[in-house]
């Protein structure tokens, strides 16, 4: 198990070991969703927000 720091508040985040880049995960300290953009080293940034589509 890894750890990474949350680009939102600066904690450190416990990462398992079948780590996959695009793959969403929750600071369990500031609860933001936070996406895996390397796998080694680890390295976190924001979740990019979805957005509506309204039926288009």
Do not use: Y
Not at 11 to 24: K, P, R, T, W
Not at 34 to 56: C, H, N, S
């Amino acid at each position: 198990m890894t750890d990474a720091e949350c680009p939102e508040c600066g904690a450190e985040v416990s990462l398992h070991d079948d780590l996959e880049v695009g793959e969403i995960i929750d600071c369990g300290t500031c609860g933001a969703e936070l996406e895996v953009i390397a796998v080694d080293p680890p390295e976190l940034d924001t979740a990019p927000e979805l957005e509506e589509d309204w039926g288009e």
